[in-house]
């Protein structure tokens, strides 16, 4: 256990509409990341933070922003959810101190109509 | 970039018999690989990893790999299956980005199946 929680964990939204979801750690690490989980995919990075506002985009990006405001919050937004963003997301953050290792969140089903 | 490419989507083996899932890797220096499980409707658990100390990596729950440099390959090996081993299985390899943050690239998983 990581200590990482994520909000909400299922989560039924229409088209349109403007999603956030959480993610928290209790152990202050300063590397966090958000991946979807898609059939056929295996998992694929949206975004990443190296530290409190510090963000950069990773292979999926497109119609996702983030913000870390603090250490322990990792914040995923759609601006305007499509069914294609239909997908289990997932937090993650990277150990210390073996630097290469990442810890998965429990994840949050997002559904969108 | 770095790229794994898992060769089986699904395989079923008996329980009490070895399993063994394939992974081979892409890469222009030399990796840290990583294999995670997925049990269903849960998050992913690290089973074991490869970081350059050691080529045979021994992980949790009985599991082992061995990183194999002439043969690209980072293959999951079990000498006999349990139930409890039914699940999704990603190898994954890191990548470096910039300001010495890294990402995981996953392979597309392989669902093992265990049958009486």
Not at chain 1, 56 to 73: I, M, N
Not at chain 2, 31 to 40: A, D, I, K, R, T
Not at chain 2, 87 to 98: G, H, I, P, Q
Request: hydrophobic residues 30%.
């Amino acid at each position: 256990d990581a200590g990482i929680t994520q909000s909400p964990r299922h989560k039924v939204t229409e088209t349109g509409t403007p999603v956030t979801l959480r993610c928290h750690q209790t152990e202050n690490h300063r590397y966090m990341y958000w991946y979807r989980q898609d059939p056929g995919h295996g998992l694929r990075l949206i975004h990443y933070s190296y530290g409190v506002k510090d963000t950069d985009k990773g292979e999926v990006s497109d119609g996702y922003s983030v913000s870390r405001s603090k250490t322990e919050d990792f914040l995923l937004t759609l601006e305007s959810a499509t069914s294609s963003q239909t997908s289990v997301y997932f937090c993650a953050i990277r150990g210390t101190p073996e630097l290469e290792t990442q810890y998965f969140g429990p994840g949050t089903r997002l559904l969108v109509l | 970039a770095q790229s794994v490419t898992q060769l089986d989507s699904h395989v079923s083996v008996s329980e009490g018999t070895p399993v063994l899932l394939r992974c081979n890797y892409s890469s222009s220096y030399s990796p840290s690989l990583f294999w995670y499980v997925q049990h269903p409707n849960k998050g992913l658990q690290l089973l074991l990893k490869y970081t350059s100390a050691a080529t045979l990596v021994k992980g949790i729950n009985g599991f082992e790999a061995e990183f194999k440099k002439s043969e690209t390959s980072f293959h999951l090996t079990k000498p006999s299956a349990h139930m409890s081993d039914a699940a999704e299985y990603f190898c994954v390899v890191s990548d470096l980005l910039a300001g010495t943050a890294s990402k995981l690239t996953f392979g597309t998983g392989t669902r093992l199946q265990v049958t009486l």
